[in-house]
């Protein structure tokens, strides 16, 4: 049986989180889509709010202190990556886009990606189409196609996994993941195994 | 092994005192450091090149040569020279010239400069950055060693029968080391040549620099200029000392904590524990740089970062003489024993010019040849 990585990033503030708590859901809806088509998944969570502090110092020094090297190396090499945000001021907040900023250039190059977000209201929910999937299609990620947003009222509504309720949004987008991640061999390119031999530095990036 | 002193050339108030000092002083104090630095044993001065506020280094060679004048053993080096933005036959010409007024106590390093707009403000791309480097050196390298060059490339004016003048002292080029903290082409252009590697060292992790210095050494080796422990390894270091090592903390830490680099971000403490910054009592200093050996071999230059910050320039001073007095010389022992036969010391002018007689002596020279082949087949 192969084994997936499947990388769980989110920016809730608040303990308990509804925010992790729509990441926990999709992570679930993954595994079981992955179980389906005969792989088992090894999960891994980034709680930002656990790196705040070291977030702003890595945007200040440059570098990721140990703890935040170790989460972004867990996204680095994962197969596949949930991202989820609460929505502040009509876009991801500020934590969650740190954290892609300081992640390294081409780390999310061809990796597929489901983007969730929570709001207390219904309203917010194109905040996911127009600010966060440009985010991860500028870092080169495969976005699915279905986003999931969880308002506030959206934990009480529902019943059994039909179509457009959360439940149901929420296997529809793991199933999605599932099958990106079952294929993918997605992973940055490492400078240092990859080295460009000086001749063909001299010659000048033009040169075939 | 070699040991100096590096500076940034950084106006900063002091945010002890809130005095503020005026580029002139700046300027002065950085020939004074060096004086200092000589004075106290050390063996290299180093100044960076910056070309904006607040840094007032723009034109080495000239202080360099002022520093010169005024000292005897000091080699006199740069932290680094923008291989990027200027003109190679500028570098080629100022550094030759500087080279006979010190007596062959100059080498410098190459670097890229990390202000974006001194590209534009020179003329250049900053997406070139890495293309510049290596086009610009393989430039300068040749200016130094052939007498006429005949050059075209794609950063400057082509070169017809053009030689630079003056020629290099006894024939021999300064020695020229690269630095960079995270492009392993520049790693892989150091070892090319044969040239130094300097990883700063100072603001990083030291995971990160381990990993650009054997690439180095692996490289160096494949290029058949000596086996990997052989290539020649500089380091940054930076440090803070007093007698007790809580004296150092506390008074460091105003410093720490306003600092132009790191300033508001991680404390001291996690500052400490993540990259090579010691602060503490001179034994602390040894042992921290000592294991510097340990993470990255045997190396040949370890140069400290000491005058930055706004620290006023008498306790950069009293910083000096505690390094040269009670730092450095328990550090040349250690190091000396524990250095291997066949691993090279430092590199100086007298050295490189015996090497340089003794392989005209015996045979032509492998990696020349390889040179003249590359040189060759790229034009």
Redesign the interface.
């Given at each position: 049986m192969t084994e997936r990585q499947l990388a769980v990033v989110t920016a809730g503030l608040s303990q308990p989180s509804s925010t992790r708590m729509l990441a926990d859901r999709l992570a679930e809806a993954t595994e079981s889509g992955l179980g389906e088509l005969g792989a088992v998944t090894a999960t891994e969570v980034v709680e930002l709010r656990d790196h705040a502090h070291d977030l702003?110092?890595n945007?200040?020094?440059?570098?990721a202190?140990?703890k935040l090297?170790a989460a972004l190396d867990s996204v680095v090499g994962a197969d596949g990556l949930i991202a989820v945000s609460p929505i502040f001021s009509a876009s991801y907040t500020g934590l969650f886009k740190t954290f892609f900023d300081v992640l390294p250039q081409g780390s999310l190059d061809g990796k597929p990606v489901l983007i969730g977000a929570t709001a207390g209201t219904p309203r917010h929910s194109l905040a996911l189409e127009h600010a966060i999937r440009p985010l991860f299609t500028y870092l080169r990620a495969v976005v699915v196609p279905t986003a999931v947003f969880a308002a506030t009222e959206d934990w009480g509504s529902g019943g059994v996994a039909a179509d457009g309720t959360l439940s149901g949004r929420i296997s529809r987008a793991g199933r999605e993941l599932a099958v990106l991640m079952a294929s993918s061999d997605a992973g940055p390119v490492d400078?240092?195994e990859h080295?460009?031999?000086?001749?063909d530095?001299?010659?000048?990036?033009s040169a075939g | 092994m070699q040991f100096g002193v590096f500076t940034v050339g950084d106006l900063t108030t002091d945010p002890t005192s809130g005095r503020v000092t005026s580029e002139h002083e700046r300027i002065k104090a950085m020939v004074a450091i060096a004086l200092k630095a000589e004075e106290v044993g050390l063996d290299v001065f180093a100044t960076g090149e910056h070309h904006n506020p607040p840094f007032v280094p723009s034109s080495p060679t000239t202080m360099l040569g002022y520093i010169a004048a005024q000292t005897n053993r000091l080699i006199l080096s740069t932290s680094t020279t923008l291989i990027t933005t200027n003109d190679p036959v500028k570098i080629a010409e100022d550094y030759a010239m500087l080279q006979h007024l010190a007596d062959g106590r100059v080498d410098l390093m190459m670097g890229r400069g990390n202000t974006g707009p001194v590209y534009p403000w020179f003329g250049k791309d900053i997406r070139d950055g890495i293309p510049l480097a290596i086009e610009n050196y393989h430039l300068l390298h040749r200016l130094w060693r052939e007498e006429i060059v005949d050059w075209e490339g794609k950063f400057r004016t082509p070169l017809h029968s053009f030689t630079s003048t003056p020629r290099p002292l006894d024939g021999v080029p300064p020695f020229v080391w690269h630095g960079s903290i995270r492009s392993p082409e520049i790693a892989e252009q150091a070892a090319f040549y044969g040239d130094g590697f300097f990883a700063n060292n100072i603001f990083w992790p030291k995971d990160h620099f381990a990993r650009l210095i054997e690439l180095y050494r692996s490289r160096y080796e494949h290029y058949g200029h000596g086996s990997a422990d052989q290539a020649i390894v500089g380091l940054g270091g930076q440090v803070f000392m007093r007698k007790n090592s809580q004296d150092a903390v506390r008074e460091f830490r105003p410093y720490f904590d306003h600092a132009p680099v790191y300033g508001y971000g991680p404390s001291l403490e996690e500052f400490t524990a993540q990259t090579p910054l010691t602060v503490g009592s001179p034994q602390q200093v040894i042992d921290r740089t000592l294991e510097f050996r340990d993470h990255f071999g045997d190396y040949q230059r370890q140069m400290f970062l000491m005058d930055h910050a706004g620290l006023p320039l008498s306790t950069v001073f009293e910083q000096l003489e505690m390094l040269g007095g009670e730092v450095v010389p328990v550090l040349r022992k250690e190091f000396e024993a524990l250095r291997p036969a066949h691993v090279p010391d430092g590199p100086t002018h007298s050295a490189r010019v015996s090497a340089a007689r003794a392989a005209e002596a015996s045979d032509e020279g492998a990696d020349a040849g390889t040179l003249e082949v590359m040189a060759e087949s790229v034009g």
């Open positions: 702003t110092n945007l200040l020094t440059g570098f202190g140990e090297a400078p240092y080295l460009t031999p000086f001749e530095l001299l010659r000048g990036p | -």
